[in-house]
Nanobody, 122 residues
Framework: QVRLVESGGGLVQAGGSLRLSCAAS????????MAWFRQAPGKEREFVAV??????YYADSLQGRFTVSRDNAKNTVYLQMNKLKPEDTAVYYC?????????????????WGQGTQVTVSS
């Protein structure tokens, strides 16, 4: 059974940084896509970033502040978040799918973590 576990969330001041981790167990996604989404209170879940074996893609709104990476040996994906803003406050979710198609819709992903809270104070 596939399990995704996020960690690394917390409270940070505006302008600060956090690194989120998502560890996958059960099966490897080294040849698939692993993505990050976020959901703020009262809003829909939105795409943040996705990483396949060959490329990464980010939401335009991030303006280059976030970087996604992976360690296939650990079956873990990371999200480095810099220059955080209060509007980045949300629950951040890790998601995974097999196949190399780079997709950004939540419905395209088969596996989800439980989420980790990121709160950015002004």
């Amino acid at each position: 059974q596939v399990r995704l576990v996020e960690s690394g969330g917390g409270l940070v001041q505006a302008g600060g940084s956090l690194r989120l981790s998502c560890a996958a167990s059960g099966r490897t996604f080294s040849t698939g896509a692993m993505a990050w989404f976020r959901q703020a209170p009262g809003k829909e879940r939105e795409f943040v970033a996705v990483l396949t074996w060959t490329e990464a893609y980010y939401a335009d709104s991030l303006q280059g502040r976030f970087t996604v990476s992976r360690d296939n040996a650990k079956n873990t994906v990371y999200l480095q978040m810099n220059k955080l803003k209060p509007e980045d406050t949300a629950v951040y979710y890790c998601a995974a799918k097999y196949g190399t198609k780079l997709v950004t819709g939540p419905g395209e992903y088969d596996y989800w973590g439980q989420g980790t809270q990121v709160t950015v104070s002004s």
